[in-house]
Each structure stands twice: as C-alpha cells, then as structure tokens.
C-alpha cells in the first residue's frame, strides 16, 4: 500500500523558481506511483493553484508579499498559520510520512512531529552554511555561517532521514544524520522542442540571432553571482550575455542584456536558441534546476565545479575551479561559441545525462524507498 504524505513548502507557490518547480514536480511523480500527496504552502503565489494538485495553502494575509527567497517578518506568521493547517489536515487522517522542503518547513514538521506521528523527511535544498550568508551584509557574514551550520547541524540530527540533490550536501550531512541518507536529485521529463516560428519568434522579440548568444535564466539574486557574468561580458564584447528572469525589479548589471518575460515557454524557447547556457551560481550544497531545463534543450553548459553535480568537465560541461573569475568565464563562453563541434559534443552529452540520471519515474522510485527507511527507523 503506498503511503499518504504530506509535502511542506514553506514558501510562496507557486513560483516560476526552481524551489517550487522542483516541489510541484516531485508531487507529480509520487503521484503517478499511487501515493496520496497533499502539498502545504503559503496562502500568495504568482497565479493560481495547479488544478492537478492537492494543494493546502495558509492565510493569504499571513503570508509574505515578497516572492522571493530570503527573510520576511511575516514569515513566522504564515509557518505558525501553515502548521495549524498541517496539524487540522493530519488530525482528520493521518500522514505517514512528511517531506519537508527546506530548512523552515523541517522546523515546522519537527515541531508537529510529536503531535502527528509521522517522521519528517528533510528535503535538503540547500546548505545553510554557504547560503545563509548571501542574506544579509559582508559584515556579518561569518555569523550567519556559524548560524547556518548549526542549523546544518540540527535538522540532520533531529530529523528521521534526509534527501539531498547533490554529493556536497550528502557528504556534509550524512556524518551528522540520525536516520538514512539518500542522493536523489531532481527530475525533469523531456517535451517536444518547440517548434522553428516560436523560436524565431522569441528570438525576433529581443533582437537575439539564434545560436549566437549566451543565456543565464533564472533570478536576480544575489547568490546567484551574477556580476562576474556581467565583467564577463566586457571581455568578450562580440557575445550578448543574456539574463532571462520573471522579475527584473532588480537590474542586472550592465553588460548583461536583461529579458523580462511571465511566459515559461519564451524562457523555454531563449534557452533552445541560445548558443550556450550559463549557470555562475557558487554556493554549493542544492541542484539548481535551469541545468535541467539547460540539458533539456540538449545547449553547451558552463558552470562551476562544485555547483554542476553529477557533470564532466569536458563531456557533458564545461567546468571551470570554484572562484574561477571574469577572464575564465568569457575564455569558456567564447571557446564553445566558436567552436560548433565541441558545442554540439557538450549539448549531446549534457541531454544524454538528463534521460540517463533525472528521470522522474526511478526518482520517485527512490524516494518511496527512502520515506519506508524513515518509517522502519521512527517506528519505536
């Protein structure tokens, strides 16, 4: 008999972010094996609910206007609003487990734990001690870092079992873990490319010449280390360094060329065009989910070492050393743009390993094995 699980996200949904795209998509493939999923989130998104889903959502008034990640005073309101709905829900039917996504829906579910039975599955997004420093000022940095490894610290030991999406984040919480550990990273099913006039078009759109331009999609935040892209683009003048984002409050730093589009299939369509895919991000510890849409369209990647988890340097990436500066990066970028079969060597490559390692069928398959783990071990 499959199980009856909650999935708690702590944060507003849905989002076009990698979090709540990985989140939705992770209740899919559960669903698709038989088990009962019920997602909890905050009561604000960017658009309605998916129909195809069964989804709990706290007050809309206690929950953050802010879409994006990061601190937020309303955020303790709407985790206590989350967690009375979480406990009503389980009150009317028991879950058997919960997969809390993050480090806020860990302490939520551990909070309940006790109350609920049901052992807490910590879906291990990121680690807090490389990433909790990105949220406030340089000066105290070191700080937040101390903080972010105690919670690192915490959650491993209290909670029943962990599933991490990268081999950073299993080897440093692993040691720690009170229950199993599982490396299962995130899943993504290949659709049909689009078709030559919706490309050219979202080309057309942004003055873009398909195949000749290098594309960063995803958010403006800060951890995504977005100005080494942009002196990058300085050193090599005759490529455009494109940043395909849902929310451009924030401008990206000039050179970059910024593309502000609500359309999933325009951002889809830039990334099938692009010349090569670009992923600056430098905090270890998650899997960012643009490498997936990135390998999807089959495009020449190129990332940091320890971020591309699962890639090969000179395969299926390029990888250039953690800390790799500006003059690296526009060498990479311009070596795949002017070289066609080294580009097309990587693009194959990089789509062969998305059908090979992320297919959601044997993901969920592990997941389901990893969440039995965790009842055996909580069961005294």
Known sequence: MKPRLALVGAFPF????????????QARALGALGAEITLFVHGRGAGPLPADLNVVVAPAALSPRRLRAGPSLLKPLADAALARRLASEAGR??????????????????????RMGAP???????????????????????LLARVGAALDRGLARR???????CASARDALEPLARGPVAL??????????????????????????????????GNLDAYQSLPVLAEAAGRAPGIPFVVA?????????EPLRIVETHSPGEVRALTWAAGVCLLPRAIPGGFPIKLLNYMEAGRPIVALHSVADGFENGRSALLLADGAGAAAWAEAVTRVM???????????????????????????????????????????
Not at 120 to 142: D, I, K, N
């Open 338 to 380: 002017n070289d066609a079969a080294l580009a097309r060597h990587l693009g194959e490559e990089a789509r062969a390993l998305l059908l090979r390692r992320h297919a959601w069928p044997a993901l969920a398959e592990a997941t389901l094995d990893l969440v039995a783990r965790a009842r055996h071990a909580a069961a005294p």
């Open 245 to 253: 984002t849902h929310d451009a409050r924030d401008a990206a730093p």
């Open 93 to 114: 039917r028991p879950f058997d487990a919960l997969l809390a996504h993050n480090a806020e829906a860990a302490l939520l579910g551990l909070a309940a734990r006790a």
């Open 14 to 25: 849905p989002v076009p972010q990698g979090s709540q795209v990985y989140f939705a998509d």
């Open 120 to 142: 807490v599955v910590y879906v291990a997004h990121a680690l807090w001690r490389h990433e909790l420093p990105v949220y406030g000022p340089a000066s105290v940095a070191g």
């Open 184 to 217: 299962i990273p995130p899943g993504l099913a290949p659709g049909p490319p689009p078709d030559p006039e919706s490309l050219g078009a979202a080309c057309a759109r942004h003055g873009l010449e398909p195949g000749r331009f290098a594309l960063y999609a």
């Open 159 to 165: 909670c029943d079992a962990i599933l991490t999406l």
